[in-house]
C-alpha cells in the first residue's frame, strides 16, 4: 500500500471514529472535565451542606445520634466520615427496599462542632451524581461501563490517527504547528488543538478503558484479579448493618486507636456479610483497623499497596497528582468536544462541496 493510500486509510479510520462516537464523546468528555473540581463544584452548587461553624470535633456518638434522628424508618447506618480539613462530619446510611441498581444511600451532613444536621440527601440525587453516571456509564447500568471502555480503546486508534494525519506531507513536521494550515478556522482549530491534546487524551482513554475492564488490563499490569477471586463487590454492596452490633462506636473506635494511634478518619460498621468494624485512622495512604465485634479483637490492616490499577484511577480522575496535571486532564476532556464539533463541521462542508462538485459534473455532461 503506497504511503497515499495509507494515509487514506488513516483518514477515513479517524473520521468515522469521530462522527459515529461524537455523540457519546461530548457528554463523556465535558462531565469528566467537570469532575475533575468536584468537591469545589459540590460545594459551589450544595453550599448548604457545607455551612459548618468550625473545625473542632466532638465525641463520634453524638454524631451518630444525630444521624438517627435524620433517618426514615428502616435505614441503618453504614459508614461515618471525618472531614479532611474544614467541612462537614458525613455519615452514610442504607434504605429500606429493593433496587435494581443497587441499594440506594441517603448522605447526612453534620456540623462537627454541634452535631446539627446540615443536608439530608439521596446519594442517588443531585448534578454531580448524574455527572458520574454519564462519565461512568453513560447511565446505562447494565452495559454503560463496557460502552465508555470501548469509546476510549476507539479514542486512542483516533489519537493515532488523528497524528498520522497532523504530520505534514511536505516539509518538517514543525510545519505543522503553524496556525494557518487552512482557510476555516474550524479546520485550524480541529489540526492544532488535536496535536497538542493528542499525548494527554490518550493517557486518559487508556486509563479510561483500563478502569471499564480490570480484568482484562489487570493481567497485563499486574493489579487485578480474575473472575471469581475475593469477595463479590455486588454483593458486598447488598450487606446489611448489624441491627445491634456487639460493641459501641466508642469501644471500636478507642480499641483501633489503642492497636495504632492517630486521629479518627472514617469508620464503617460491621455486616450481615462481614461482623466486623473497619476504622481508619490519620495518615496518606490512611492506615486502618479492623475490629472484631465479637471478640474485639484488633487486626492492623495493610497499608494499602498502590497497585497499577489504583495507578491508572488517579491519573484518570487526577487524585493527589498536583494541580499541573488537574489542569491538563481539565482541557483533555474539553478539547474532545470541540474537536467531535469542528471535526463535524469540516465533515458537513465537505460533504456539500462534494455534492456541489457533482452536479457541475453533471451539468458538463448534460447536453
Known amino acids: 500500500m503506497s504511503k497515499l493510500a495509507l494515509r487514506r486509510a488513516w483518514f477515513q479510520v479517524h473520521k468515522w471514529i469521530g462522527l459515529i462516537l461524537a455523540i457519546l464523546i461530548i457528554p463523556i468528555s465535558v462531565t469528566g472535565s467537570a469532575l475533575v473540581w468536584d468537591e469545589a463544584l459540590d460545594r459551589g452548587i450544595n453550599p448548604g451542606r457545607y455551612a459548618v461553624s468550625g473545625g473542632t470535633m466532638i465525641d463520634p456518638e453524638l454524631y451518630v445520634s444525630a444521624a438517627r434522628g435524620a433517618l426514615k424508618p428502616g435505614g441503618a447506618i453504614l459508614s461515618m466520615t471525618m472531614p479532611d480539613g474544614e467541612g462537614p462530619v458525613i455519615v452514610t446510611a442504607s434504605q429500606p427496599g429493593p433496587s435494581i441498581s443497587g441499594p440506594p444511600r441517603t448522605m447526612i451532613y453534620l456540623d462537627p462542632p454541634t452535631a446539627r444536621v446540615l443536608e ?10 448524574a455527572f458520574h453516571m454519564i462519565h461512568g456509564s453513560l447511565m446505562l ?6 460502552i465508555v471502555g470501548w469509546i476510549g480503546v476507539a479514542m486512542m486508534v483516533s489519537c493515532f490517527t488523528g497524528l498520522w494525519l497532523w504530520w505534514p506531507t511536505v516539509g518538517k513536521w514543525v510545519r505543522g504547528l503553524r496556525w494557518r494550515r487552512h482557510d476555516n478556522l474550524d479546520t485550524n482549530l480541529h489540526h492544532l488543538l488535536g496535536f497538542w491534546v493528542a499525548l494527554p487524551l490518550f493517557v486518559l482513554s487508556l486509563t479510561g478503558a483500563w478502569i471499564s475492564f480490570p ?6 499490569g499486574g493489579g487485578g484479579q480474575p473472575r471469581g477471586a475475593g469477595p463479590d ?14 460493641l459501641s462506636l466508642d469501644t471500636a473506635v478507642a480499641s483501633a486507636q489503642a492497636a495504632l494511634p492517630g486521629d479518627l478518619r472514617q469508620v464503617t460498621w460491621p455486616t450481615d456479610m462481614k461482623p466486623e468494624w473497619r476504622i481508619a485512622l490519620d495518615g496518606d495512604p490512611q492506615p486502618s483497623v479492623t475490629i472484631d465485634d465479637t471478640s474485639g479483637a484488633a487486626k492492623i490492616g495493610r497499608r494499602p499497596k498502590e497497585d497499577t490499577a489504583r495507578l491508572m484511577r488517579r491519573i484518570h480522575d487526577g ?3 498536583g494541580l499541573l496535571w488537574q489542569v491538563l486532564i481539565f482541557i483533555g476532556g474539553i478539547l474532545p468536544a470541540i474537536l467531535a464539533v469542528t471535526g463535524i463541521i469540516m465533515w458537513w462542508r465537505a460533504r456539500v462541496w462534494k455534492g456541489e462538485l457533482k452536479a457541475r459534473q453533471r451539468a458538463r455532461i448534460t447536453p
Do not use: C, W, Y
Open 215 to 220: 480484568q482484562f488490563f489487570g493481567m497485563i
Open 319 to 321: 487524585t493527589r497528582m
Open 233 to 246: 463487590r455486588a454483593a458486598m454492596a447488598r450487606a446489611k448493618p448489624l441491627e445491634a452490633p456487639h
Open 141 to 146: 447500568p447494565a452495559v454503560g461501563r463496557q
Open 120 to 129: 439530608v440527601t439521596n446519594n442517588r440525587s443531585g448534578i454531580l451524581r
